[in-house]
């Protein structure tokens, strides 16, 4: 299968400028589909719309920092070979005609771009966005930028005395945002983790609380709140979590994990239960 190449339009990246604040780095920016799997590739451009740099690929983590200028309507000139990289070119297509490049529009926004690794299923006929709809999803994608950036900000304020006990009060008013939405349950899973390890797993446990209730049919969601829930030593809660994972449609190396899971916490609550286990302790 031959990769297919879509181009996004034009993004920002905020930028330091000495003595001048913070100014705007441009991109122009491809989604490029290979083998089911999806990558984005990114070109820096100057205030003229012209190339600075060789087009290169940026990961999932690393693009939720770009912001989408729907107001800049430049176009690229790049050829096919300069967006995949000239070793990916040949390897894909002795025959340039072979890759297929799709003509640009702006109404070809996919907006499940971010969902890295996932296609749609092929039975289902493409949807277009309403511009409201593009809107929403931008400022959400916008949302998530900035919760990130004020996370991982707190994070590295925890390390200073003077500064924890207000980084712990800001982390603990994310999860009750209004604007945080379905889609960013992936982003509240990345912090839930990050908590855990840092050994905080009483606020680890109010992430994986806010995103079962938004992703109620997410067996993951479940099994991390499990988690969470054994390390506080609630056995009971941990097990109703379980079972609730093992009940959703899942794959078979999850079922295991779950079942495996499952067991070991049950061992450990009759332990608890037991008063030969509680004068172990």
């Known amino acids: 299968m031959q990769p297919t190449i879509k181009f996004m339009g034009v ?13 705007k780095d441009l991109f122009f920016v491809w989604q490029v589909r290979n083998n089911d799997q999806l990558h984005i590739h990114v070109q820096e451009i100057d205030k003229t719309y012209r190339p600075k740099s ?6 999932n983590s690393t693009f939720t920092y770009f912001t989408f200028e729907p107001s800049i309507v430049a176009m690229p000139q790049a050829r096919t070979e300069e967006i995949l990289g000239p070793k990916a070119f040949a390897e894909t297509a002795s025959d340039p005609s072979e890759v297929k490049a799709d ?41 998530e930028k900035v919760l990130r ?21 800001f982390i603990k008013t994310i999860p009750e945002q209004k604007n945080i939405q379905p889609r960013h349950k992936h982003m509240l899973r990345d912090f839930m983790t990050t908590l855990r390890k840092q050994e905080l797993p009483e606020i680890a446990l109010m992430f994986a609380t806010k995103t079962v209730e938004l992703a109620p049919d997410d067996d993951h969601a479940h099994f991390n709140l499990a988690r969470i829930f054994y390390i506080l030593e609630r056995y009971k809660d941990a097990i109703a979590h379980l079972h609730k994972a093992l009940e959703l449609n899942n794959e078979a190396q999850d079922q295991e994990i779950y079942q495996k899971m499952l067991r070991y916490v049950e061992n450990q609550q009759r332990r608890q239960q037991s008063p030969y286990g509680r004068a172990k302790r």
Not at 54 to 59: L, S
Not at 107 to 134: H, I, L, N, S, V
């Open 11 to 23: 993004y920002s990246v905020e930028a330091a400028s000495k003595g001048q604040g913070k100014q």
């Open 54 to 59: 060789k087009i290169y690929v940026v990961d």
């Open 103 to 143: 003509k640009v529009k702006r109404d070809d926004f996919d907006e499940d771009f971010w969902r890295f690794g996932k296609t749609k299923q092929k039975e289902e006929a493409p949807k277009q966005a309403k511009p409201d709809d593009k809107a929403q999803e931008m400022a959400q994608i916008q949302v």
């Open 149 to 169: 950036n004020d996370f991982d900000e707190a994070i590295k304020q925890l390390k200073q005395p003077h500064s924890r006990r207000g980084a712990l009060r």
